[in-house]
C-alpha cells in the first residue's frame, strides 16, 4: 500500500476536528484539492466554491467515477475524542469524513500507479441537504462521460472489515410533507361552530398513513411518518392554526415519482368535512437508491478482491435517503455499506452525537475504491 495508515487516520481527525456544513466546506475542499494537486492532479473546484472533482489515469473516452461526501451534520458531538469537533454545534456524525479520507488515499494509489482507464474522484458538497449537493455536482458537468459511478457509506451495524451491497434498491426516497392548517377558532365547548383543528389534524395523522397503506403497493416499502405537530396554547380554546411536518419514503422509484397527486388529493378530502383549511409543502426529496445489476456485481468483485467473500454482508433494504441517488439518474452505478463497529463497544447509528468510526475501516475502503478503479 503506498499510502500508509497513518496517513489515512490524519487526514481523517483533521477533517473530523474542522468539520463544516453543507456549502461551506471551504477549508475541507482547500484541503482536498492541495492534496490533488501534490499528486500532479488537475482538481476543478465547483461553482459555488466548494466540492471537487478531477480525473486521473489515461485519457480514455469514457470514465468510471467515484465519489465521496464533505459536508458535515449540525450537531453537538459527545463522543469524548481527543480529536473531537472544534467547531460549536457541527460535527462528522456521518462518517464523511471518512469517505473524503478514503477517497483521497485512493487518488494517492491512483496517482503513483495509474488504472487502466480515466477515473473521475468526485469529493461533493452538501450530502445533508435537501434535495442535495449531488444536483449541483451533475449540473456543472462533473459527470460527463461517467459511464459508471460508484459510493461507500460508513455502516455502524456492520463489524470492520464487512462490507455489503446488493442489486436493486439500496435506500429509500425521501420528501417532506408539511401541513398548515387554519380555521376561524373558539371556544372548546362549542367546536360545532368552528373549524376543530386539533380534530381535524388527528384525523389527518392517521388517515393519510391508512389511505397509503391501502392505495400503494406494500412491497415499494412506503412509510409515513409524522415528526412534528404543533396547535394550540391551552385547553378551553380551539385554535385557529396548526403544523404537522413528516417525512415520507419509498423503497420505488415508480412510487417515489407518483405519490405527491395521491397525497395532496387525500388531504383534501380528510380535511373538507370538517371545515379547516390547509396548505400542503410537498417537498420532493432524494429518489431511491437503485444499484445497477452489473455494477453491483462490479462492487461485489472489488470486495472480494479487499475483504474476501467471506466478509461479504447481507444488504437491507434502508429507509434512509442518500443524493446519490441523482447520480444514478444519469448514469449507471452502485454504493455499498462498509463495515465501520469495531465489535466490542455498543453500535451508535449514524446521526448520532456519539457516533464514531473503527478508523481500520479506512484501509478497506480505499482498497476498495482503487479495485473498481482497476477492473478497467
Not at 466548494?50 to 461526501?69: M, S
Not at 462533473?142 to 459508471?148: E, F, I, N, R, S
Not at 360545532?192 to 380534530?199: A, E, F, M
Not at 454504493?335 to 465501520?340: D, F, I, K, Q, S
Request: charged share 20%; glycine share 10%; net charge negative.
Amino acid at each position: 500500500m503506498t499510502v500508509p495508515f497513518d496517513q489515512l487516520v490524519a487526514w481523517r481527525r483533521d477533517l473530523h476536528a474542522h468539520p463544516e456544513l453543507a456549502f461551506a466546506e471551504h477549508r475541507t475542499t482547500a484541503l482536498v484539492r492541495d492534496h490533488l494537486r501534490s499528486l500532479g492532479l488537475d482538481p476543478v473546484t465547483l461553482p459555488r466554491g466548494t466540492g471537487l472533482w478531477c480525473d486521473v489515469g489515461p485519457p480514455t473516452p469514457h470514465c468510471l467515477a467515484l465519489r465521496a461526501d464533505l459536508d458535515a451534520l449540525p450537531l453537538t458531538e459527545a463522543t469524548g475524542l481527543p480529536f473531537a469537533s472544534t467547531v460549536d454545534g457541527v460535527c462528522h456524525a456521518c462518517g464523511h469524513d471518512g469517505h473524503t479520507a478514503m477517497l483521497m488515499g485512493a487518488a494517492a494509489e491512483l496517482a503513483e500507479n495509474p488504472p487502466p482507464q480515466r477515473v473521475r474522484l468526485i469529493f461533493q458538497p452538501a450530502e445533508e441537504t435537501t434535495p442535495g449537493g449531488a444536483l449541483d455536482v451533475v449540473a456543472a458537468g462533473a459527470l460527463d462521460g461517467a459511464t459508471k459511478i460508484f459510493a461507500l457509506h460508513c455502516a455502524p451495524q456492520l463489524e470492520v472489515g464487512r462490507l455489503a451491497t446488493r442489486a436493486g434498491p439500496i435506500t429509500s426516497s425521501s420528501a417532506t410533507v408539511t401541513v398548515h392548517l387554519s380555521s376561524t377558532g373558539g371556544h372548546s365547548a362549542r367546536p360545532y361552530l368552528t373549524g376543530d383543528l386539533i380534530h381535524a389534524a388527528a384525523v389527518l395523522v392517521t388517515g393519510l398513513a391508512s389511505v397509503l397503506d391501502r392505495r400503494i403497493d406494500a412491497r415499494s416499502a412506503t412509510v409515513l411518518t409524522w415528526g412534528r405537530i404543533s396547535a394550540g396554547h391551552v385547553g378551553n380554546a380551539i385554535p385557529e392554526s396548526g403544523e404537522l411536518v413528516g417525512t415520507l419514503r419509498s423503497a420505488s422509484h415508480t412510487t417515489w415519482r407518483e405519490l405527491e397527486p395521491l397525497v395532496r388529493r387525500t388531504v383534501g378530502e380528510l380535511l373538507a368535512p370538517y371545515d379547516v383549511g390547509h396548505e400542503l409543502i410537498f417537498a420532493q426529496g432524494v429518489p431511491p437508491v437503485v444499484n445497477d445489476p452489473d455494477c453491483a456485481a462490479d462492487l461485489l468483485a472489488a470486495i472480494e478482491t479487499v475483504v474476501g467473500l467471506d466478509n461479504l454482508a447481507e444488504a437491507q433494504q434502508s429507509s434512509g435517503g442518500e443524493d446519490f441517488a441523482w447520480y444514478l439518474e444519469e448514469v449507471p452505478g452502485a454504493m455499498a455499506r462498509l463495515g465501520v463497529w469495531d465489535g466490542v463497544g455498543p453500535r451508535c447509528d449514524l446521526h448520532r452525537p456519539e457516533f464514531t468510526l473503527d478508523e481500520r475501516a479506512l484501509v478497506h475502503g480505499m482498497r476498495t475504491f482503487v479495485a473498481l478503479a482497476r477492473q478497467g
